[in-house]
Every structure is written in structure tokens, then in C-alpha cells.
């Protein structure tokens, strides 16, 4: 791809551009490859066929520095003789038309839609963009990932080919995509349609969703099928978007429209370059049309499932469901806030909730893409921004640590679920510059940086950040130290353990007066079963209720659980009262909000830590090397559940630990472990058993909880 010319339309049209190229194959290749980078996103057809499932390729990235391409073997798609490419282009994050609180629009990538394509075999080059290929304007008039799409199906008919213009290429290195793209999932049927009449109707799909739509429709030419995506519905009010519509134009905002052939067999429309958060679709018609059906088609990044999680208890399946769908809609790409009002990458958001996904799912190579993204924007100093992609706002407000961790704790992962020291090795210099430019930010011995913590349920009870801040800080030098040792480095192993030292030091004379800031310093390494004790009496006084926000909403069940109070942690993802998980429930989540209130974005993932918790401390499963190797079999028993399971699939087999209760205040115990694995299950004195692989079951007394 090196060599590749990039190739458009000149003069660019109103909206996306198509491009195409017949070619001969005399002799074909039992293996054809084909690398191909559309901007901002693209779709590629051989013969008239699609190439791959993946939607809103290649992932949104910092296009100047980085762009990203994808392979495809496509021998399947050709025949001997004459061919035809098509390239479809959308204008998506890089040339998109629309404004916002972000700048996105003035980024200084942005440019008109283009693409760089090479398709060859063992003999050479068969195919390439160049200056010998037709455009045209296509039937997509507009499109961008803020607003939506505008699709003329008349214009199909009238396609103006003129050659296709040499452009200049975006400046990123090109950078070849690993992992999995965006595909649609099972199709939703609506369960009910509201507001019925000639001309406006809105369908309700049951949960909160991202995605798109599959529009069946008929009517004359030029009639026009409006859709408009949002989370709300009243029955007094009706559908709206007032939760969302904040950051781009209302006018514009989640908005797609189709204008109609006027096919009298019928149209289907699935839009190629746009996609929305929502539970309700409410559509308009202009002219003579009529809907014959309305699909919505979630999609996500496709990584594989891994593991799978279930117990008796409804409100924490419930609660585990939402999680679940919180993490997956928001992935689309990258990972973002939420999928319709920002669809931005912030840090906070990515982190808090990855050990969730991966206890769901195979997604590190897709962290790893994200990784890559966030060293893309580095200052030279070392300062990383809170948000990544973008025009860069992510630089210009103290986001601090709780957001700017993030690629060491991404990093971390990788290596323990995969056992990748990938993003470790191509990045460490950049997280010791990282961490250097926060230790330069240091007032009275501590970091402190930005809110510390974030959306707090009481707002008159400011979460001390230094205490937040230098935790965070002594979390990501942890993972260097660990690091340092992966690389042989044991210099910076020491200075790394002497920062450790002195910030938990200077931690000691600090006053915690709120839950969050008692969990992180638990969780930073600064606990002792005194602040525990205190941690566990002020939840417990408060009935278990999360009065916290997005830090404490990860760190105070851990902490808790970390010194046996399982009980109490259970209890603040069960109970019922505001603010909590079930709260938001009972009010009807059916993804995760932004805030405990619901009155902003009703689908957020920052709030999600959930499943990996109740892998660590209800599967008891706690692992101490890389890729399950050597774990510990630990699990902690709440008064008020009967049961839990988990399964992971890895390498050597599946992973799978549960427990279910049984009378005479017994409980059964079972871990199956796989292949190239052992398991460790401390006893009352502290002994590790070894458990080697296979089945293993015990019958012991249920443990008194920590009170």
C-alpha cells in the first residue's frame, strides 16, 4: 500500500463518491489479496458483490498520523476474463459535513472522500487505483456519523462517470487492521408502534440499541421516508431527543432520510454510512409513500464471545444484561461514551469498563487498535488527552488521571487476558513520558488533576481528587513496575517502586471523608482493615446506596470485597433506592445511564464494572499469570444469592467455576480447569491447594461473610 495512489472525485459532489475499474483476469490465483483504505469510510464491491460484513471501515483514527487498512483474500469474488471493482465512498469521520462542540470539523485531516486499493497475487499487481478509474457522485447526498444519512435512489439511475482525480493522501502511516470490523447483529423486530397517522408513526424496539435500520418502502418518485433516532418516548409528549440533541445541529441531529425511486415492486434501504443510539425510530413521510416494514439492526465491533455469566438472582442478571449491552453498543470502532448525543473515545470511559468486556469477550486486539490511537495524539511533553479521536479538544480541559491512564491500563490488560506485550513494547517510552508529565503536575507531593471523580450522585460532596488522582497514578506505576520486569528493565523497576513508595507516603496524611476516596485508597495499595471497616459501616448506614460516581461506581464494590465485606458490595448492585443500579432499572434502563439520575444519556458503559467483578469475587477467580496460566479459586458466598457461574474459553480449553448452595448450610463448589493451567484454592489457614487441570468439586461449609 506503500506506493498506492489515492483517488477521488474532482470537483467533489454535494455528497459521497462512487469509483470503479473494469480489469481482466487472464489467469486466476487460487489466493487474490486486496488492501484497501476508503476515507472516511468505504464499501467495495467485485462483479457486483460485496467484499466482507464489516460496516464503517476502516476505524475513525487521528488520519494525518495513522490510517488504518484492511485485507481481504477475494479470489472468491472474481472470475476469469473481465471484472468490475466498484469503491463506495461515505465521508463519515474524515470529510463529513456537520459542526459540533468538538471541532470535529475542524480538524486538520479533514479533506474529501478518497481511496487507496492494491489487489495482487504471487505474480504481482492486478489491480490498483489510479488516475484510470471513473468517479462519480453517488446517491448518498450527505452523510456523517454526527447527523445521519440522506440517500436519493433516483440519482442510481443517473450515475455521471467522469475519470477519477489524483489526490493527495491523508499522511498517516498506513497501518493494517487486526482486528474484527463492524457488523450487524440479529435484526429486532418493533414491539409496538405509536402515534399512528398518514403521514408520522414512531416504533418502539424494547431496549436501548446502536445500529441502524432495514426501511421496506413504497411509493412514487421523490416522495421521502424521514427517520429520527432518540431514547425517549412519553405518552403525554411523545418520542424525543432533548437527552442527546446538546452537542450538534438539533436540526440535523440522528436524522436520516431516504428519497424513493418509486420502484413499484418496493424499496429496501439499509443506510451504509451512518449509525445511531436508540430505543425509538420515529418516522415522516413527504409525498406518496407508504412503510411496508421497519427493522432495527444492532451493530457492534464483531469480537468473539468468551465468557458467559449467569446466578439466581434476577435483579443482578438484570443488572449484568444492561452492563452487557452498555459495552457492546458502545463499541463501535473504538470505544466510545455513547452512541448518539458524542460518540467520542473518552479514556474514562474505556478503562473503567474494559475488564467487563473482557470477561465477556475477545476484544484486546481491538483495545490494542485503541491504544495505538491514544499515543497518535502524544504532545511532545508527554500530556495524553481525554478523548481520542478528534480535532484534538481532548488536550484543552484537566481531564486528569481517571481519564489519561488508560492506555497502561489497556495495555495491562492485553497482556493478562492474551498474554500481548505488543502495545507494551511499542509504547512504553511514550507511558514513562506519560507518567513523567503528571509527576511535573505534582502540588504538596500528590497529582491532582481535573474533578477526580465524575457524576457524582450528590454534587455538594466533591470527591477529593488527590486522593483519586495519585491513586490512579499509583495503579498505572504498578503496571509499569510490571512492565519494567517484562522488559528486563530493572532500573526503571526501582524508580518505579520508589514513586509508588513516596506517593503512597504522602497518601498517609490525607483525611478520606467520602466512600470513593476510602476505595481508592484500598484499591492503590494504601488499605488497612481499619479504612475497610470505615468503608463498610458508611455504605452499610447509607443502605448500600452508590453514592458516587463513576470511580467509586468501579472501585468501592472492590474495595469492599477485597476485605470479605461481599455481603455489603453485593447489596449496593441489588438494592432498590436512588441512587443505584436497580434504581435506574426499576425506572427503565435497559442500558447503563450516564448519571444516576437518567436525565442526560441513557446509554453510557462508564458505570458497567459489574461482570468483572462478579468474576473476581463471586467466581472467586483471581488471575496471577497472563492468560489464565495460574489462577486463584477463591469465590465469596453473599447471604442473598443461591448461585453463580462462569465459563471462558481459552486456549487449552474452558475455564468454568461455580457455586450453588445447598441445605444444611452447605455449599458446592466447581472449578474445571484447562489444559496448560492450574488453579490455586486457599484453605482457612491461608495454604494454597494446587488444583491441576480437570474437574474438580468440594462440599464445605459456607463461610461467614465479613460483617
Known sequence: MKN?????????????????????????????????????FYELYLNGKRVGDGRLDPVCSRYDVRTFFR??????????????????????????????????????????????????DRHGTILETSEEWQAAAGPVISDSPRTGETFDARILDSLQWVPASRLMPPGGKLTRLISQPVTLQTPLQPVAVMDKTDRKCCY???????????????????SQVIL?????????????????????????FQTDCYILRGDENGECWIPSFSYHGFRYVQTEIIGDAEIIALQALPMRSNFAPAGQLKCSSREFSGLLEIAERSLTSNFIGFPSDCPHREKNGWLADAHLAADSMLVWYDASEHYNDF????????????????????????????????????????????????????????????MVKYLDFCWNLRRNGLVSVGPGEWKEADASQKTNAKIVDSAMIINALSCMKLFASLLNKSRDQKFFEARIAELRNNLQHEKPQYITELAMLICCGCGTPELAKQLDKMVREDEYR????????????????????????????????YPGWQWMIDHGATTLWENWRGDESQNHPMMGDVAAWAVRYLGGIKMLEPQFKRFEFAPQIPDDLDDFSWEYQLPGGVLACSWQKLSGNKVELNLSVPANSYAEMPDRSGTRCPLPPGKHTFIRDLPRANQ
Not at 472470475?79 to 474524515?94: A, D, F, M, S
Not at 411523545?238 to 440535523?252: A, M, R, T
Open 204 to 222: 418502539d424496539f424494547a431496549c436501548n440499541l446502536t445500529g441502524t435500520i432495514r426501511l421496506e418502502v413504497r411509493g412514487s418518485s421523490g
Open 546 to 577: 452508590a453514592n458516587c460516581g463513576i470511580v467509586g461506581a468501579k472501585y468501592i464494590p472492590r474495595a469492599l470485597a477485597e476485605y470479605g465485606y461481599i455481603n455489603t458490595a453485593y447489596n449496593m448492585f441489588t438494592q432498590h433506592q
Open 228 to 252: 429520527r433516532y432518540g431514547e425517549l418516548y412519553d405518552n403525554e409528549k411523545g418520542f424525543s431527543q432533548d437527552n442527546i440533541n446538546w452537542y450538534v445541529d438539533k436540526e440535523l
Open 371 to 430: 491504544i495505538d490511537i491514544i499515543f497518535d495524539y502524544q504532545r511532545p511533553n508527554g500530556q495524553l488527552p481525554g478523548m481520542v479521536p478528534g480535532s484534538g479538544f481532548g488536550w484543552h480541559w484537566d481531564f486528569g488521571p481517571v481519564w489519561t491512564v488508560a492506555p497502561i491500563m489497556l495495555a495491562y490488560n492485553s497482556y493478562m487476558y492474551k498474554n500481548d506485550l505488543t502495545p507494551i513494547r511499542r509504547h512504553y517510552r511514550n
Open 4 to 40: 498506492v495512489l489515492w483517488i477521488g472525485l474532482m470537483p467533489p459532489g454535494k455528497g459521497a463518491s462512487c469509483l470503479r475499474k473494469s480489469f481482466t483476469i487472464e489467469r486466476l490465483s487460487s489466493q487474490v489479496k486486496c488492501r484497501i483504505s476508503g476515507l472516511g
Open 71 to 120: 485485507e481481504f483474500d477475494v479470489a472468491g469474488y472474481l472470475v476469469p476474463g473481465e471484472n468490475l471493482c466498484e469503491i463506495r465512498l461515505g465521508k463519515g469521520w474524515y470529510a463529513g459535513e456537520y459542526s459540533d462542540a468538538y471541532a470535529s470539523n475542524h480538524a486538520s485531516y479533514r479533506h474529501i472522500c478518497k481511496a487507496a486499493m492494491r489487489m495482487f
